[in-house]
């Protein structure tokens, strides 16, 4: 059995498994700490979201849980103006270039975005920088699934998944800075790559990117 360890987080007393990272502590209590990229399996986390902030007593600034491992008395504060104002700033960047409309999207009402929005009361719609939306394309080509890269927060997960889970590795990232987008190699659909249509990114996407096409009846097509 792991060692266990005792840690405080918000004022509450918990225990974790030495040298688990704080993030998966703090969830697994039910203490809310926003996140994207980051996925239990994930080894290294990628921190790439820059939404987990914590501050940890001690420590100068603000750090992420996903990469922080716990320790013995470990006092940890998920809240703060430092932590709510870089949490925030980050927030309001990815969705400044996404391409928001809940209201006809798979994943309304189970999206990480709301979720993240509702629980520290943030705008889904930016207010300080001026909204770019990417009106990325739609790849319709799979039976079952599609892929819409306006709504991709470039978190990763799916990437990892196709890789690692599903061990087809049938896309990537490709480009940078503002242009970078989740592709198929050499940009092809993804009916004309080894994708199996086994759902894997579907089920990982926090966000309404990669998604079930819906059939007339408004269920999900079946695999
Ligand atoms: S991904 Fe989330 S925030 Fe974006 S349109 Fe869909 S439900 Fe709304
Ligand atoms: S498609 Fe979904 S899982 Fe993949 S990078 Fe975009 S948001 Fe993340």
């Known amino acids: 059995?792991?060692?266990?360890?005792?840690?405080?987080?918000?004022?509450?007393?918990?225990?974790?498994?030495?040298?688990?990272?704080?993030?998966?502590?703090?969830?697994?209590?039910?203490?809310?700490?926003?996140?994207?990229?980051?996925?239990?399996?994930?080894?290294?986390?990628?921190?790439?979201?820059?939404?987990?902030?914590?501050?940890?007593?001690?420590?100068?600034?603000?750090?992420?849980?996903?990469?922080?491992?716990?320790?013995?008395?470990?006092?940890?504060?998920?809240?703060?103006?430092?932590?709510?104002?870089?949490?925030?700033?980050?927030?309001?960047?990815?969705?400044?270039?996404?391409?928001?409309?809940?209201?006809?999207?798979?994943?309304?009402?189970?999206?990480?975005?709301?979720?993240?929005?509702?629980?520290?009361?943030?705008?889904?719609?930016?207010?300080?920088l001026t909204a770019l939306p990417r009106r990325g394309e739609r790849d319709d080509s799979l039976k079952t699934i599609y892929f819409d890269s306006g709504r991709c927060v470039l978190c990763g997960r799916c990437i990892w998944a196709c890789r690692e889970l599903a061990r087809v590795g049938a896309i990537g990232f490709s480009r940078r800075g503002y242009k970078q987008a989740v592709t198929t190699f050499g940009d092809l659909p993804l009916a004309e790559t080894a994708c199996t249509e086994c759902g894997e990114c579907v089920e990982i996407c926090p966000v309404g990117a990669f998604s079930y096409k819906i059939n007339a009846g408004g269920e999900r097509e079946s695999l």
Not at 16 to 44: F, S, V
Request: hydrophobic fraction near 35%; charge should be positive.
């Open 1 to 128: 059995m792991s060692e266990q360890v005792t840690i405080t987080i918000d004022g509450r007393e918990l225990s974790a498994r030495r040298g688990e990272k704080l993030l998966w502590a703090a969830l697994r209590n039910e203490i809310y700490i926003p996140h994207l990229c980051a996925w239990p399996e994930i080894e290294p986390p990628e921190a790439s979201c820059r939404l987990c902030y914590v501050e940890i007593e001690g420590r100068e600034r603000p750090v992420t849980s996903c990469t922080e491992p716990v320790i013995e008395g470990m006092v940890v504060h998920t809240r703060s103006p430092r932590v709510d104002r870089l949490v925030a700033s980050a927030f309001e960047l990815i969705m400044s270039d996404h391409h928001l409309n809940c209201a006809k999207c798979p994943q309304h009402k189970r999206c990480e975005l709301q979720k993240i929005a509702r629980e520290r009361r943030l705008r889904l719609r930016p207010s300080r």
